[in-house]
Structure formats: C-alpha cells, structure tokens
C-alpha cells in the first residue's frame, strides 16, 4: 500500500512550519500549486515551496516510511549565489557563515509572504508562478 502526499514549507519563527496533504500523482505541481493557494500558516505566513513524499507500508507493517521525495519547488523566488548575498545582503553575517561552511553555491529569496532564504540544491526547481495564475500573496491581499 503506498500514498502520495505534498509537504508544504512556510517561513515560521525559528524553523519552516509544515502542512502535508494527500495528492494522487507524485510531481503533480499544477495541482500542488492550486492546493498552496489554500495554505495559511502562524502570522499569515504561505507557502514558500512544496515537495512531493510518497509512503508505503507492507500488509504485514503497522507503520509507512517514506520511499519517494522530490525535489523542492520554490513558488517563486530569485537565486542569490554567495558574491550576490555579500553585495545585496552583506549584513546577514549568519547566512554567510553558512553557506560558507556548509558549501552552499546557491539560495533562493522568497517573498511570497514573509522573506526566506532557503538553500537551492542542484535538482530544486523555482517556478515562474505567472504560469499559474501570479503569486500566491495577490491572494491573500484582495481578500
């Protein structure tokens, strides 16, 4: 028995707050982005991206584990190599030291609703969100 799942990140206070949610098709991202549009966290805080999990548990186990994951995708966002967070953000001392020390090339600011930075690994995906239907803050602003 398996099931697919979406795990939605959004900025929380010290680490990402996390909504997961069942999907039918693993990499389904028009319908994760759909379902994004309907995630509120702590503090009005929405999603900054999702992944996909799937699950699966044998007949003869209580518990799933996971057995699939994919990539993250950013809903949105601009990629910052380490030169460009020194010259744009060369206050942020904390998010030098780390991509520094632990060899991040890359990271993505997202501003869909309260700024992150998250590291961009070689696989992640930053969609261009005026492909489905503009970013999800217009949302929460007209209402």
């Given at each position: 028995?398996?099931?697919?799942?979406?795990?939605?990140?959004?900025?929380?206070?010290?680490?990402?707050?996390?909504?997961?949610?069942?999907?039918?098709?693993?990499?389904?991202?028009?319908?994760?982005?759909?379902?994004?549009r309907?995630?509120?966290?702590?503090?009005?805080?929405?999603?900054?991206g999702?992944?996909?999990i799937?699950?699966?548990?044998?007949d003869?186990?209580?518990?799933?584990?996971?057995?699939?994951?994919?990539a993250?995708?950013?809903?949105?966002?601009?990629?910052?190599?380490?030169?460009?967070?020194?010259?744009?953000?060369?206050?942020?001392?904390?998010?030098?030291?780390?991509m520094?020390?632990?060899?991040?090339?890359?990271?993505?600011?997202?501003?869909?609703?309260?700024?992150?930075?998250?590291?961009?690994?070689?696989?992640?995906?930053?969609?261009?969100?005026?492909?489905?239907?503009?970013?999800?803050?217009?949302?929460?602003?007209?209402?």
């Amino acid at each position: 028995m398996q099931q697919h799942f979406v795990e939605f990140l959004s900025p929380g206070t010290f680490v990402a707050e996390s909504t997961t949610k069942p999907i039918e098709q693993f990499n389904d991202i028009h319908t994760a982005v759909a379902m994004a549009r309907e995630i509120e966290e702590r503090h009005n805080a929405v999603p900054y991206g999702f992944r996909f999990i799937t699950r699966a548990r044998a007949d003869d186990e209580l518990d799933s584990s996971e057995v699939g994951r994919s990539a993250m995708y950013y809903l949105g966002g601009r990629v910052l190599t380490l030169d460009g967070v020194r010259r744009e953000m060369p206050n942020e001392k904390i998010l030098i030291s780390n991509m520094e020390s632990n060899g991040w090339g890359r990271v993505v600011v997202s501003e869909n609703s309260w700024r992150t930075v998250q590291p961009l690994g070689d696989n992640d995906c930053i969609l261009d969100m005026a492909e489905y239907g503009g970013p999800l803050c217009a949302d929460r602003a007209s209402t």
